[in-house]
Structures are given as structure tokens and as C-alpha cells.
């Protein structure tokens, strides 16, 4: 993994020894070595080998202020992520707001800096794309104390992964090479991924959850709509891009004029004013927010029955926004499901900073998933 250029994002759990106890730690830190062995299917004296390799590698750190004094025998040093040696430069490009983050190998932001999208979106993207990557260099630089080890970009639209290539239809980017920018102002290797996909990974390696289903839904739904399905620890990449949900057929009752309408037209901030004016009412009224929530939830249960996940999470502003939080999107999911195992809608549990999460889980994926090969 040397070099500096465009890696593809990988958006799994690392299931290698090394990433194994990493995650181990992780998610059940402080944690003694005997208390990784339970954790993970490995011996003690490769566990012992992989915690010595990432100790070296400050990866990891011994914790001997965390020891119970009053333990009786030899005491067992708790092992936790290191957070001090190294960190991760991400951004999130969205319609409305940009998100430039630097975060810590534990995933936790350090700093985190919202530009609005229509700001550096201009007439000339290369221009825009080479100031939003000069500006989140800046961030890094910012902590100079720290070694960068990964970018990660995530943004809707079209994403070449091997290349970093994007198009972002709603900014009007065709062909543009954000990657090879990125990689180039960082100086460090960075991936790009569909930014649904990169939320998706944050709820998979970055949550804190040990142990998740074995399949999952992710849906999001804000100014835009975007689906990603996980698969044993996994997110799902199609080999030509991530697919579209925008166009799935809903009835939008209040939301449009016709009795039919693709999904994406009617859940945005567009189509709210537009059907206040039509009713004469606020865009946040009742009966507003009331048929977008039966809209999301019969979107998600027709989505359900396709793939029938073990969880299905939420993200975005047009689940949240509703005065009764998702339940209301739940009553209409469960009306109109066609499956009959009850399935709880989860939100994100990044809540309205899971943009910020989606860009950290792009960069710390590769980390995750190879933390030696990526430090060395």
C-alpha cells in the first residue's frame, strides 16, 4: 500500500489477524490481551504477535494507568487505540454543505470545518476541486505533530473508485479527477467512494458494534436519496458504481400534482415549499411532514422486501425532520411491508453529522483493514 495516489475505498471490516485484534480493541477497548483471545477466533500467541506489531507500530498503546490497583497478581496492561501518533483527512461533498474533517485512529474528530457547497461551486469545478483540497491540506497541516496515513473523499453522484474520477450531477461535474487532487495536496494515499455506501461503513467500522447482522440496508434521504446494502461485515460495491433509488416510483399524495412521481422529486426542500404554496401552508406543516414520512416508509419497506435485511438504518434531514421523530416512517413501513417479522427502523448513530462519518469511514477503512501495511 506505499505510495501516493487513488486506492480503491475498502468498505468491510478487516478480517486479517492484525485487523482482528485492532478491531478487538476497537470496539472492546481498554482491553487486556487475554480479553482479545475471547474476542477473536485466534491463538494467544498470534494475538500476542499482532499486539506487539501495533504496539511497535504505535498503533495501539499500553494503558498501565488504567490497571486496578487493588488487583491481586500480575497485573495485565489494557491495551487501547493510540490516538496521539497519526491521523486521517476526509471531506464529504453534498449538495448543500461540504464537510473537511481530520480525525484520530479511533475515529473521533479533531477538527471538522462546513463550507457551503454553492460557495466554491462555480463555473469552473477543477478550480473548485483544487481549493477544497488546498483547504483541507490546511486542516492537516494543523496538526503537524501527527502523520496524515489516509485521505478520503465521499460525494453523490458517479464515483470511479480504481481512478478517484467523479461526476456530481446536481454541481454539474463531469469527468473530474478529485482523487488524483486529493491524493496530490495530501501527499498520502486516499480513496473515493458514493457517499451513501461511506455512510453505510461508518455504521459497519466505525459505530463501536462488535457484532452486527449479517445483512443490512442503509438509506438515506435529504435533497437526495441514496441507498447501500451490507453483507457480513461488508458494504456492497457494485463493479460499475452504486445504483440509483432516485427514480423509484411512490405515490406522493400532497408532495406532486400527479398521482405517481419518482421518489427523489417529491422528499427535498424544493418539493416541500412547492407543496406549501400549492396548500397554502408552511412547508414544515403537519400534513406536509406527515405524507413525506408515509413516503420514506413505504419507500424503505418496498426496498425491505427486496433484500429482507436483518436491520435497516436511516440517515439524512428527511427522516429526522418530522416532529415525531421516525415514528411515523415506521407506522407506514410496517403498514405496508409485505414481510411479517417485525424489523425496528434504526437511525444512524452519527445523527446529522453522519456526512462527516461517511468521509473519516473512507479514509479509515484502508487503515482498518491493513493498519501495518498502511503505517509502513
Not at 478491531?23 to 506487539?52: C, E, F, K
Not at 415549499?273 to 416508509?297: F, Q, T
Request: glycine letters at 10%; a negative charge; aromatic letters at 4%.
Amino acid at each position: 500500500m506505499g505510495g501516493i495516489g487513488v486506492v480503491p475505498a475498502r468498505l468491510r471490516v478487516g478480517t486479517g489477524p492484525t485487523a482482528s485484534v485492532l478491531h478487538a480493541i476497537r470496539t472492546n477497548g481498554p482491553a487486556t490481551r487475554d480479553q482479545i483471545v475471547v474476542a477473536v477466533d485466534l491463538s494467544p500467541a498470534t494475538v500476542n504477535r499482532q499486539v506487539n506489531a501495533l504496539l511497535e507500530a504505535k498503533v495501539i498503546v499500553e494503558r498501565a494507568d488504567l490497571v486496578d490497583p487493588g488487583a491481586i497478581g500480575r497485573p495485565k496492561l489494557p491495551l487501547t487505540v493510540d490516538c496521539d501518533h497519526y491521523c486521517v483527512a476526509g471531506m464529504h461533498i453534498g449538495a448543500r454543505r461540504t464537510a473537511l474533517v481530520i480525525a484520530d485512529l479511533r475515529g473521533r474528530t479533531l477538527y471538522s470545518h462546513a463550507i457551503r457547497t454553492r460557495d466554491f461551486s462555480s463555473s469552473d469545478p477543477k478550480a473548485a476541486i483544487v481549493r477544497l483540497c488546498g483547504q483541507l491540506r490546511e486542516l492537516a497541516d494543523r496538526f503537524s505533530g501527527r502523520r496524515v496515513l489516509w485521505g478520503g473523499a465521499a460525494l453523490g453522484g458517479a464515483v470511479d473508485a480504481d481512478t478517484g474520477v467523479i461526476d456530481h450531477p446536481i454541481l454539474h461535474w463531469q469527468g473530474q479527477p478529485l482523487g488524483a487532487e486529493l491524493a496530490e495536496a495530501l501527499g498520502v494515499p486516499v480513496s473515493v467512494s458514493e457517499h451513501v455506501q461511506a455512510m453505510a461503513a461508518a455504521e459497519l467500522i466505525l459505530s463501536g458494534a462488535m457484532v452486527r447482522g449479517q445483512s443490512g440496508l442503509f438509506f438515506y434521504a435529504r435533497e437526495t436519496v441514496g441507498m447501500a446494502m451490507t453483507f457480513a461485515g461488508e458494504v456492497h460495491q457494485p463493479q460499475h458504481g452504486a445504483g440509483t433509488i432516485a427514480g423509484l416510483t411512490v405515490t406522493p399524495g400532497v408532495l406532486a400534482d400527479e398521482p405517481v412521481a419518482a421518489l427523489q422529486s417529491v422528499i427535498g426542500t424544493a418539493a416541500m415549499k412547492a407543496a406549501g404554496a400549492r396548500l397554502g401552508v408552511e412547508p414544515d406543516a403537519g400534513i406536509i411532514a406527515d405524507e413525506r414520512a408515509r413516503v420514506l416508509g413505504n419507500a424503505v419497506a418496498a426496498m425491505r422486501d427486496v433484500v429482507n435485511p436483518d436491520e435497516v438504518v436511516v440517515a439524512g434531514h428527511a427522516f429526522a425532520a418530522h416532529p415525531h421523530g421516525l415514528a411515523p416512517v415506521q407506522a407506514a413501513f410496517d403498514e405496508a411491508t409485505a414481510i411479517p417479522r417485525p424489523l425496528e427502523i434504526t437511525p444512524t448513530c452519527f445523527g446529522a453529522h453522519v456526512p462527516e462519518a461517511a468521509a473519516i469511514a473512507v479514509a479509515l477503512s484502508a487503515v482498518y483493514a491493513d493498519p501495518l501495511a498502511v503505517v509502513q
